[in-house]
């Protein structure tokens, strides 16, 4: 398996946070600087870990705009466990479970292009990778992502990626 996910703006983001990494291996989310990744900011996501009756919560604490954009609403304090399925839900979980990254798609078809970004209607695979944060006393607080819309209708997209094991 390779050791890089070569699509932008997956490089650079692995890059920076591999970077921030500590000796133990893990992030700090204190350490992350979105303006040293301005240039990918608006395809980075942040949510907030936190439990309700020990059940797990995920909630959007930063969107960037690029995302916002393409998904048509800004989802900015909205928990994921409201907006997404169950599959997406489980995948968080898995992060905070194992302490690892993951790696997320979900196909999106946009029957309409009002109110989004779309010129038409399109099918749309959106690609998440996802990292766990650690505070100070090694709590897994935040999820920090970077996602990518790849165009299904649109032939000419390069749609190849190579998935990495961190």
């Not at 907006?83 to 979900?106: D, F, Q, W």
């Amino acid at each position: 398996m390779t050791d890089k996910f070569e699509n932008y703006p997956f490089k650079e983001f692995r890059t920076y946070l591999k970077n921030l990494r500590t000796d133990s291996g893990r992030i700090q989310y204190d350490d992350i600087n979105l303006m040293d990744v301005y240039g990918i900011a608006p395809w980075i996501y942040v949510l907030d870990v936190g439990y309700e009756s020990s059940i797990a919560t995920f909630t959007f604490r930063f969107v960037g705009t690029g995302m916002c954009t393409r998904l048509g609403f800004d989802p900015t304090g909205k928990r994921i466990n409201d907006l997404a399925s169950e599959r997406v839900y489980n995948a968080y979980c898995n992060i905070i479970n194992t302490g690892r990254p993951h790696v997320l798609s979900m196909i999106r078809s946009v029957d309409s292009a009002e109110n989004f970004s779309y010129k038409k209607a399109q099918t749309n695979c959106l690609i998440r990778l996802a990292y766990p944060t650690f505070s100070s006393n090694n709590k897994i607080d935040k999820i920090i992502g970077v996602g990518q819309f790849i165009s299904l209708d649109d032939p000419e997209t390069d749609q190849s990626y190579e998935f990495v094991r961190d």
